[in-house]
């Protein structure tokens, strides 16, 4: 599944219309089919490649098994002055966090916080997409997630009652990109245990281990293990609490409850997030803050490096240089992709996606 | 540094009463004085003793270059319904953080959500005592502290431009003791690294590494090397995250301004924490959330256990049950460090550590 030079690539513009149009003909509102296509387009323009467009058959097989409510009532369920409970009413989840995410800028403009949690909502592609939103409007945002299968057993264990439940957050600099974490608090994220399993290719030492406790490196033989946590048992800890927080406190499923997404096309989800906004006005000068965080990033980048290291990088970076290399070239897809796409265009009978250089649809 | 059971003993109230005394005589206001020996003596209580008595000589021996203001005007600089920044005006960090656990329980009965930040703070104790304060309101806490001193180098670098900065979170169960996560984001925490040190023991790879990139095993040659974080480049994030939340927004160092205060007993670390609490029952009946959370802590301890592992155990339950021990049994104090304490109490003119199991101080 992975692109290279010679992959075909698209334009960001024409995967979004093509995701748009699949879900607009799978019975989705036209400003909710955009809205969730330009999300996925979006990960896929940052290279976040595991949570773009390679979902949509996943999230197709869902629709048509009813396991996703294409036309939710997604409404606040409590409600104080800093907080609220979204119910997603199984909608997709980029519609749910998405509302989310304006509920707690809106209470953070407010109150200078705003947390929001969801309930009943379902996988929302990349969990940097959340936090950065806050960053137009000068705020930070923090965004947990409990993960849609689990991979993870507590540490010293072999039941996997966690999953890969990941952290963001987004801070706005001045003149500098921003600073994006996205992480799993697994030491590798599945979809890359799948990617070398299709590539085949072995997992290096640390990512899994087997029943036995001893490493697993044949990907092929991923199901039969588990995923290793971070740090040991503090990744297990991050886990635990991420869960706690996007699951347990919202009224979504956590530990046994969660179901497994990729095995299972009907079942609620009930997927729980949550996003902690803080506005920057509220703690001081925003212009100052942006100036504090220039001068810290400039301090890390140009700091001494290990023998062999060619850059420091802030979490990010790397993501806003593909960002920005693809808006000019354009988003490069594995051939394998495109054909997936194809076969699910030709069975929805829409237009196949727009290759860059064609004349138009073929 | 380490106790043993040939240790000698203490009570906590004895501990507790020992560190006030120390405290008052050195300027400390009555009050001030007792709520930050408490702390100290709850810390060694659960065994967290790199961060209780085992800090007094250090605390003591800032406070008496100036280094400490001990009749601080600790008071709030900016505030909006559900957040603060508290100035400390450089007191002891107990009483600063503290003043802000307070504020941010208030804050989250009124508005569901309080975040208050710190600046012109101090040294703390350990994370877990301020995220396990909201507990007994029903609340969870999370807390982020800039560490005092900068052991960590960005990821592919050699300059330590970042400190241990540590995460907390306590979260209320029904029957079960709540779960608490209190750790640093590198594999370990310094102080480790110098008891290992003291003892003559090698550290364990993975912990640090030297100029060269090598693992750096040798305790005794801690300062040519670096802390590793959890996860390579993810605990780098985390770092960063924690440094950006409980420093940089709120006014406080970061990044080059930390002090590195085991070195420097006089300049104003302008240390920055940050605590963020929920209130349950905005999101839901805190009985339900305790019971999921109960089910949830029996479904983790009771799961399957890989070869060789004798219990699975949950964040926070081991501290648990020193706690509970040493409300018995009393607290085991290494000899040398009792050594320390009888020295400072001389110094100070008080009668010494009163140890268990004699009439009285000696």
């Not at 996997?160 to 003149?175: E, K, R």
């Not at 996007?246 to 997927?271: E, K, Q, Y």
């Not at 992709?337 to 860059?356: F, G, H, K």
Request: charged share 20%.
């Amino acid at each position: 599944m992975t692109a290279t030079s010679a992959s075909p690539r698209v334009t960001f513009e024409a995967l979004r219309d093509f995701i748009r149009a699949a879900f607009v003909i799978q019975g989705l509102p036209e400003s909710d089919a955009g809205q969730v296509a330009t999300l996925m387009a979006e990960a896929d323009l940052q290279g976040s490649d595991g949570h773009g467009v390679i979902r949509l058959p996943q999230y197709s097989r869902r629709i048509q098994a009813g396991g996703i409510n294409v036309r939710p009532d997604i409404r606040v369920v409590r409600e104080k002055a800093a907080m609220a409970v979204i119910d997603g009413d199984n909608g997709m989840g980029h519609l749910v966090v998405s509302r989310a995410v304006d509920l707690a800028i809106a209470k953070a403009r407010e109150c200078g916080v705003g947390w929001v949690s969801t309930r009943y909502s379902n996988h929302a592609g990349p969990a940097s997409l959340y936090a950065r939103k806050p960053l137009e409007h000068q705020m930070l945002g923090l965004y947990f997630a409990v993960g849609n299968a689990n991979h993870l057993p507590p540490w010293g264990g072999m039941e996997m009652l966690l999953s890969t439940n990941p952290i963001a957050a987004a801070f706005p600099a001045g003149d500098e990109p921003p600073v994006v974490l996205d992480m799993a608090t697994t030491v590798a994220a599945y979809g890359k245990v799948k990617a070398r399993a299709k590539r085949g290719e072995p997992l290096p030492v640390g990512w899994m281990i087997d029943r036995e406790g001893k490493p697993l490196t044949d990907a092929t033989r991923a199901g039969e293990g588990f995923l290793l946590p971070i740090g040991e048992h503090k990744g297990y800890g991050l886990a635990l609490m991420v869960g706690l927080l996007a699951g347990t406190l919202g009224g979504a499923a956590m530990g046994r409850d969660v179901i497994d997404f990729n095995a299972d096309h009907v079942s609620v989800t009930n997927t729980g997030q949550a996003i902690l906004v803080l506005d920057l006005a509220a703690f001081g000068d925003p212009a100052a803050f942006g100036e504090a965080l220039d001068a810290l990033i400039r301090d890390i980048r140009g700091s001494a490096r290990l023998p062999g290291v060619e850059r420091i990088w802030l979490p990010g970076e790397q993501s806003h240089l593909k960002r920005e290399a693809a808006r000019k070239a354009g988003i490069a897809l594995a051939p394998s992709l495109v054909s997936e796409l194809d076969q699910l265009a030709d069975s929805l009978r829409l237009p196949r996606l727009a290759r860059l250089g064609e004349a138009g649809p073929v």
